[in-house]
């Protein structure tokens, strides 16, 4: 994802909302099916990261209403505290991944455990 990515609309598919979180992308989600509804509300209320968009009784999402949650995210109040929710998350997995981190610590011991079987 480009540094100049403001706000990212997705279908909350796993990997893409792990991608726009290391990067501190607030999120737009558009669930539709299978993980991504859980993912999408993981992004909206456990991670603070993102809204999700929710489709009218026919299941459709109108032009206005991703309008106006685009323009939340970007330039809202709620979006402010969205933006310091992703650059809290973004600054978690850049520790976790660095030298000595969570991430580096266990994918060093998976190896090694993998090399004296």
Request: hydrophobic letters at 40%; charged letters at 25%.
């Amino acid at each position: 994802m480009h540094e100049s990515k403001r706000c990212f609309v997705t279908h909350c598919g796993f990997n893409s909302v792990l991608e726009a979180i290391s990067l501190g992308v607030p999120i737009v989600g558009m669930p539709q099916w299978s993980d991504q509804p859980a993912n999408g509300k993981y992004v909206e209320d456990v991670w603070g990261v993102g809204v999700r968009v929710r489709p009218d009784k026919k299941g459709i999402v109108k032009r206005n209403v991703l309008k106006s949650l685009i323009k939340e995210v970007m330039e809202g109040e709620k979006g402010g505290v969205i933006k310091k929710n992703a650059a809290k998350w973004k600054n978690l997995a850049t520790e976790a991944v660095a030298e000595g981190g969570t991430s580096d610590k266990s994918i060093n011991e998976f190896s090694a455990e993998l090399l004296y079987c």
